[in-house]
T-cell receptor, first 114, second 113 residues
Framework: NAGVTQTPKFQVLKTGQSMTLQCAQDMNHEYMSWYRQDPGMGLRLIHY???????DQGEVPNGYNVSRSTTEDFPLRLLSAAPSQTSVYFC?????????????FGPGTRLLVL | AQSVTQLGSHVSVSEGALVLLRCNYSSSVPPYLFWYVQYPNQGLQLLLK??????LVKGINGFEAEFKKSETSFHLTKPSAHMSDAAEYFC???????????FGKGTRLSVIA
């Protein structure tokens, strides 16, 4: 198993540009989520999904879109990048068998918006 | 709703000394509690988790944590710090159903030789 993979590892954008952060998992996990990590803020939830075709907003969803057309993939779209979206983005996945299930994290995507 | 407070954004210990990282939680339902570790420029790795049953939970790399419901705490300890323990540590909580994992702000652990 490759686990949770994220691409790209690093990206530089100009203000106003759009892009998609890719996330894929090969563990047949129903639950997937996106977090952003900023210094001193911990990890904050952006969006999450409990299965294909189902998504919901987290704590900081503004400026981001998601879709879940397959179990394996959960891309995060930045519609019009802003400097405030400079951050490290982590994708995670787990089984939906109960809240005790461990979430597995990808290696992260470091995004710089100029 | 669930929330987590980690006391101390930075903790510094000498090599061989006790490591104590504090975590208090708030939850309206019986919580499921997690500690994750993040080494520089890497993702998050699970150290240990509390679900039900025994309140003292042992994890990887010699870490353990004790769930204390009366104190709403889940502090992380290790008897003897090693240089390789230097990292950022995150406490997290999940409630019932498919509720998301909620993280604390993290504690950076430095180990001094």
């Amino acid at each position: 198993n490759a686990g949770v993979t994220q691409t790209p590892k690093f990206q530089v954008l100009k203000t106003g540009q759009s892009m998609t952060l890719q996330c894929a998992q090969d563990m047949n996990h129903e639950y997937m989520s996106w977090y952003r990590q900023d210094p001193g803020m911990g990890l904050r939830l952006i969006h999450y999904s409990v299965g294909a075709g189902i998504t919901d907003q987290g704590e900081v969803p503004n400026g981001y879109n998601v879709s879940r057309s397959t179990t394996e993939d959960f891309p995060l779209r930045l519609l019009s990048a802003a400097p405030s979206q400079t951050s490290v983005y982590f994708c995670a996945s787990s089984y939906v068998r109960g809240p005790q299930e461990t979430q597995y994290f990808g290696p992260g995507t470091r995004l710089l918006v100029l | 709703a669930q929330s987590v407070t980690q006391l101390g954004s930075h903790v510094s210990v000498s090599e061989g000394a006790l490591v104590l990282l504090r975590c208090n939680y708030s939850s309206s339902v019986p919580p499921y509690l997690f500690w994750y570790v993040q080494y520089p420029n890497q993702g998050l790795q699970l150290l240990l988790k509390y679900t039900t049953g025994a309140t003292l939970v042992k994890g990887i790399n010699g870490f353990e944590a004790e769930f204390k419901k009366s104190e709403t705490s889940f502090h992380l300890t290790k008897p003897s710090a090693h240089m390789s323990d230097a990292a950022e540590y995150f406490c997290a909580v999940r409630g019932g159903g498919n509720t998301p994992l909620v993280f604390g702000k993290g504690t950076r652990l430095s180990v001094i030789a």
